[in-house]
C-alpha cells in the first residue's frame, strides 16, 4: 500500500504529505517540473491529476508511448482532506471536490483499477509539487516587485498600496517576483521618471490561476484565498512571466525605491 494509510470513517490518515509517482515521457516530465500539472479534463475520479504511491504503478504510463524515452517523477502531494472511493459507482465517484475534499483515494484490491493496483487523484494541481521544484505555498514571504512611477512609488512608500478595482484577476495589488515582468509597467507613462519597489509579500494562502476562464479567476479572496498566483508560461500573460494579486495591501512592505 505504499505510503497510504485508511484512517477512521473511511478517509485517509491525518497526515498531510505524501511521497507519490507520476509516469510520462521524459519530455513531459521536463515540462511538468518546469510549469507544474495541469488538471486532466477527465478519469474514473473525474478532473484531476492522477498519481500513485507505487513507483511500479506509475511506471506503466505513458501508455501508447511508442518509442519515447520515459521517466518517473517522484513528487510530494499535500493530500489535504482525502475521500476514499472503492466501489464503481460510488455517490461521490465524480463529484468529491465539490463536496469539499482535496483528493479521491482508490485504496488496493478494492476491484475499481484492473490489477488492483492504487490510484490517488488530487483535484488541484497546486497541491502536488515535483521534489525539486518546490514553488507556492511554503515560505510565507517572498520579495516581489511592483514597477511604477517615480512620484506613485514615493506616495506607496509613504501611505502604502491600495487595492486596484479590477484587472485580469479581480481587485487587488498586482506585483511578481519577476524584475522583467514589473519592468513593463506603468502602461502610458509619458515623459515621468520611472522606479520599481522592492517587496516583502506576505502571501498567506495562495490560489494557483493557471488558465483563462479558471472558477475562482476573479472569486479567490471569496473563497478563503489571500493570493491569486499566476505561474510562468501559463498563457495567462502575454510576456509568459509569472504575476501575483494580494488581495490585502497590508500584507506588502515596501523595501525599498530603485530608480531606472
Not at 489535504?80 to 465524480?94: A, F, S
Not at 525539486?132 to 514615493?154: D, E, V
Not at 517587496?199 to 491569486?228: E, F, S
Amino acid at each position: 500500500m505504499g505510503n497510504w494509510i485508511t484512517g477512521t470513517g473511511g478517509n485517509h490518515s491525518a497526515q498531510r504529505t505524501y511521497v507519490m509517482y507520476y509516469g510520462a515521457t521524459m519530455k513531459n516530465a521536463q515540462q511538468i517540473k518546469r510549469f507544474g500539472f495541469r488538471r486532466s479534463a477527465s478519469g474514473i475520479l473525474g478532473p484531476g491529476v492522477y498519481l500513485s504511491c507505487r513507483k511500479e504503478d506509475a511506471s506503466r504510463y505513458p501508455r501508447n508511448s511508442r518509442s519515447e524515452k520515459l521517466a518517473v517523477l517522484k513528487v510530494r502531494v499535500r493530500v489535504g482532506k482525502v475521500k476514499r472511493i472503492d466501489h464503481q459507482g460510488h455517490p461521490l465517484q465524480k463529484t468529491w471536490h465539490q463536496r469539499g475534499y482535496d483528493t479521491a483515494w482508490i485504496p488496493p484490491k478494492c476491484g475499481m483499477v484492473a490489477g488492483g493496483t492504487l490510484t490517488p487523484d488530487s483535484d488541484e494541481p497546486f497541491t502536488v509539487k515535483t521534489m525539486a521544484n518546490r514553488k507556492y505555498p511554503g515560505r510565507r514571504y517572498y520579495i516581489m516587485y511592483h514597477g511604477t512611477t517615480m512620484a506613485c512609488a514615493q506616495q506607496i512608500r509613504l501611505h502604502g498600496f491600495r487595492r486596484s478595482a479590477d484587472g485580469m484577476l479581480g481587485p487587488g495589488v498586482y506585483v511578481s517576483r519577476s524584475l522583467n515582468k514589473a519592468s513593463r509597467y506603468p502602461l502610458n507613462h509619458g515623459n515621468e521618471q520611472l522606479a520599481f519597489l522592492k517587496l516583502r509579500v506576505r502571501v498567506g494562502k495562495v490560489k494557483r490561476i493557471d488558465y483563462q476562464g479558471h472558477p475562482l479567476q476573479r472569486t479567490w479572496h471569496q473563497n478563503g484565498y489571500d493570493t491569486a498566483w499566476v505561474p510562468e508560461g501559463c498563457g495567462m500573460v502575454p510576456s509568459g512571466l509569472e504575476e501575483d494579486c494580494v488581495y490585502d495591501p497590508s500584507r506588502i512592505e515596501v523595501l525599498e525605491i530603485i530608480p531606472r
